[in-house]
């Protein structure tokens, strides 16, 4: 069964390879306007006075619960790890497989552009880093996942859910002071370029792999 089409008939994975390519294309661009400080002051310098102004004890327990959930080893090998267990219990290794790709690609491209860029973070951090800002890891992780268990469930309400996450651990990101909000931008089309990728690629064998787990639920 053929990938549904939309408009003058362009199947839906060509759309989110065009999308992906698109968004690589944007994190690349956006990263040498921060590099060359072209967007720092309107928007980055407002967005971090406006930060500044906003903190207290209580948000502050809140994003660094967010701080563990989006980095480290939790998000960067656990997470992958057990969602791609999931699928595999579920009989479902092409999506498995997607998971852990992405995810290791999304994780090595953050630390690439981060060498590539090497952007100060901000001033006012709260925590202890000492690598590159741009891109924002953390965003670029929720992102990966949260377009991933989109596309490859195909439940499109996980998208809301998806969303919120992911505006959540950027404004987190920035609370914290961890990075500009430009950052997290980049980190949040980064993630889902390589999700969006990884799901073009691999679409004809996770919808015929999950059309499969129906139909054998259904018998």
Not at 159 to 181: D, E, I, K, P, Q
Request: neutral net charge; proline residues 4%; aromatic residues 10%.
């Amino acid at each position: 069964m053929k990938s549904p089409a939309v408009g003058r008939g362009l199947p839906w994975r060509r759309i989110g390879g065009i999308a992906a390519g698109a968004g690589a294309v944007t994190v690349v661009l956006l990263g040498l306007l921060v590099r060359v400080q072209a967007i720092a002051d309107e928007i980055d310098g407002q967005w971090m006075e406006e930060v500044l102004e906003m903190r207290g004890p209580g948000w502050e327990a809140v994003s660094r619960v967010f701080d563990f959930l989006g980095g480290g080893w939790f998000a960067v090998w656990l997470v992958p790890l057990a969602v791609a267990g999931v699928f595999l219990i579920v009989r479902r290794p092409w999506a498995a497989l997607v998971f852990i790709a992405a995810s290791a690609l999304s994780a090595g491209l953050v630390q690439v552009l981060k060498a590539l860029f090497g952007r100060e973070r901000p001033a006012d951090i709260l925590l202890e880093l000492d690598n590159g800002a741009y891109p924002s890891g953390h965003v670029a992780n929720a992102a990966t996942l949260a377009v991933l268990l989109v596309v490859v469930l195909g439940r499109w309400w996980l998208a809301v859910v998806g969303a919120v996450y992911v505006v959540l651990m950027a404004l987190s990101r920035t609370y914290l002071g961890a990075h500009w909000v430009t950052d997290t931008v980049g980190g949040a089309l980064l993630g889902a370029s390589v999700a969006l990728a990884a799901w073009a690629v691999f679409a004809p064998q996770l919808h015929r792999e999950r059309t499969g787990a129906h139909a054998s639920v259904g018998t």
